[in-house]
Nanobody, 121 residues
Framework: QVQLVESGGGLVQPGGSLRLSCAAS????????MRWYRQAPGKERELVAG???????TYVDSVKGRFTVSRDNAKNTVFLQMNSLKPEDTAVYYC???????????????WGQGTQVTVSS
């Protein structure tokens, strides 16, 4: 069992930056996929960014060029650097880690409790 704790959320003005952290209670080195999701009021949860074990990253189109996902296996932490924030980025951000086997069967799926990001002047 891995516990995930997000931090770094808060209130920021449009154009500002925040850095979210997701600290895991155990080693994350073996997890295939580490992702950040967000959910705005009245909307479905959406995948924002992900980083694979090999370091390949993916982003939803709306954050490309503004957000950067990274992982530090030594510190068991995943980060989401968010720059040029917009009001539409306002949401609760969740960290998610998954482990798949060689047959792409999901073995483990863990979620953090979420951290609120509010972009407003």
């Amino acid at each position: 069992q891995v516990q995930l704790v997000e931090s770094g959320g808060g209130l920021v003005q449009p154009g500002g930056s925040l850095r979210l952290s997701c600290a895991a209670s155990g080693s994350i080195a073996r997890y295939n996929a580490m992702r950040w999701y967000r959910q705005a009021p009245g909307k479905e949860r959406e995948l924002v960014a992900g980083i694979a074990r090999g370091g390949i990253t993916t982003y939803v189109d709306s954050v490309k060029g503004r957000f950067t996902v990274s992982r530090d296996n030594a510190k068991n932490t995943v980060f989401l650097q968010m720059n040029s924030l917009k009001p539409e980025d306002t949401a609760v951000y969740y960290c998610n880690v998954r482990l798949y086997n060689a047959f792409n069967v999901l073995l483990h799926d863990y979620w953090g409790q979420g951290t609120q990001v509010t972009v407003s002047s």
